[in-house]
């Protein structure tokens, strides 16, 4: 149980260009999911925390322009890297956790990451 | 002084030894703890998790508790090459903030 879906597993494209990244719970419904960002040999950066249904909650220094965060439904949320550039290249992760909302204690379950890439 | 603190490694331990990973954390109101494990160029994975004082078992792996001393623990007993990778800690703190550690490098000598 607790299977969470992350598409695509790797994205190559050209800066300028804006790419989108699916996170679906499989067998479960999750009020929460995160996105999180992590460069080569660094740990988790939390990016946001996304709610079905509300505005995604951003972490300090993180441009809700540029990332934009879609949580439609109990199943998908979404991560949109807007107008990506090469420093923008890093392995994104999503996270969704049983439970109702935030204050749930249960533990987060990680999608397969996607490896961003821009050229 | 880091709010979650774990010694970054890497720690080598031989294969079929007990592997022993320490974490610390500063909030003492803090709920739940988390141990994931994480392979190089991989997303993490939950391993165990923890909300009690004491120990608490799955195969080979012992999560260990201490609020009073605030820290907590992961024990791999019959350590395996596969055992490799590094390991988080995560703590939930009184306002469900989760803060994630930097992670333990964990080698297993064949």
């Known amino acids: 149980g607790a299977v969470v879906s992350q598409h695509p597993s790797w994205v190559i494209c050209k800066s300028g260009t804006s790419v989108k990244i699916e996170c679906r719970s499989l067998?479960?419904?999750?009020?929460?999911m995160f996105w999180y960002r992590q460069f080569p040999k660094q740990s988790l950066m939390l990016m946001a925390t996304?709610?079905?249904?509300?505005?995604?909650?951003?972490e300090q220094g993180v441009e809700k322009d540029k990332f934009l965060i879609n949580h439609a439904s109990l199943t998908l949320s979404t991560l949109t890297v807007t107008s990506a550039h090469p420093e923008d290249s890093s392995f994104y992760i999503c996270s969704a956790k049983l439970g109702t909302g935030v204050y749930s204690n249960q533990p987060q379950h990680f999608g397969d990451g996607t490896r961003l890439s821009i050229l | 002084q880091k709010e979650v603190e774990q010694n970054s490694g890497p720690l080598s331990v031989p294969e079929g030894a007990i592997a022993s990973l320490n974490c610390t954390y500063s909030?003492?109101?803090?709920?739940?703890f988390f141990w994931y494990r994480q392979y190089s160029g991989k997303s993490p994975e939950l391993i165990m998790f923890?909300?009690s004082n004491g120990d608490k078992e799955d195969g080979r792996f012992t999560a260990q508790l201490n609020k009073a001393s605030q820290y907590v623990s992961l024990l791999i007993r019959d350590s395996q090459p596969s055992d490799s990778a590094t390991y988080l800690c995560?703590?939930?703190?009184?306002?469900?903030?989760?803060?994630w550690g930097a992670g333990t490098k964990l080698i297993i000598k064949p």
């Open positions: 996304s709610n079905e249904g509300s505005k995604a909650t951003y």
């Open positions: 909030d003492r109101g803090s709920q739940s």
């Open positions: 923890i909300y």
């Open positions: 995560a703590v939930r703190r009184s306002n469900y903030q989760l803060i």
């Open positions: 067998d479960f419904q999750a009020t929460t």
